[in-house]
């Protein structure tokens, strides 16, 4: 049997200034978006994850609270071209910064380069990993080389048949008014 762990609801602040690490192992049924994403396929599959607080000191003094978060997981996607099921690797590596306050995280968000959050003692970090996740996959998953023959073309094999046997409408009416009609 596989072993997971829960995602834990984390005290930012406190695993910058301790300059923690967290790591764990999380099975993807537990996140219901992804879980959507995949159609329910590999929801036995483990997603590993790791986050690490550090607060580098700055000009003023104080220290920035910053949180680094990596994660990779594997999921099975559908395949755009062939339809069949194609495994995607995801691999994420991100900082994020914190202030205090969510207005204050909204209007840094906008000006910052980097990824700036509201600091919380209890900071969603399920959440956070489903959110990068989901960000980082793919608009169309592919195959590099589809198992099985794709056709792409768009035909009904009956149609240039049916097509060349009906009767032009005005070459009828030609015909009327000619006085020959069949």
């Not at 192992?25 to 959507?36: D, E």
């Not at 959110?131 to 768009?154: G, I, K, N, S, Y």
């Not at 048949?161 to 009906?166: D, G, H, I, N, R």
């Given at each position: 049997m596989k072993t997971e762990s829960l995602v834990p609801r984390i005290d930012v602040k406190s695993l910058a200034q301790s300059a923690s690490v967290v790591t764990g192992?999380?099975?993807?049924?537990?996140?219901?978006?992804?879980?959507?994403e995949t159609q329910g396929l590999g929801g036995d599959r483990l997603m590993t994850w790791a986050v690490r607080g550090e607060m580098p000191a700055e000009a003023t003094g104080a220290g920035?609270?910053?949180?680094?978060?990596?994660?990779?997981?594997?999921?099975?996607?559908?395949c755009q071209r062939c339809l069949g099921p194609v495994d995607v690797t995801v691999s994420i590596d991100r900082s994020f910064r914190f202030v205090e306050t969510e207005a204050q995280a909204e209007l840094e968000d906008e000006t910052s380069e980097e990824d700036v959050l509201a600091l919380s003692s209890e900071?969603?970090?399920?959440?956070?990993?489903?959110?990068?996740?989901?960000?980082?996959?793919?608009?169309?998953?592919?195959?590099?080389?589809?198992?099985?023959?794709?056709?792409?073309?768009?035909?009904?094999?009956?149609?240039?048949?049916?097509?060349?046997?009906?009767?032009?409408?005005?070459?009828?009416?030609?015909?009327?008014?000619?006085g020959k009609a069949d």
């Open positions: 192992r999380t099975v993807m049924s537990a996140y219901g978006r992804l879980m959507q920035q609270i910053w949180m680094h978060l990596t994660a990779d997981v594997t999921l099975s996607l559908v900071f969603s970090l399920a959440d956070l990993l489903e959110d990068e996740v989901l960000m980082e996959l793919p608009a169309v998953p592919r195959h590099e080389e589809c198992p099985v023959a794709v056709t792409l073309e768009v035909s009904d094999p009956g149609f240039e048949l049916a097509s060349a046997e009906k009767v032009n409408p005005f070459a009828v009416l030609a015909k009327m008014q000619n």
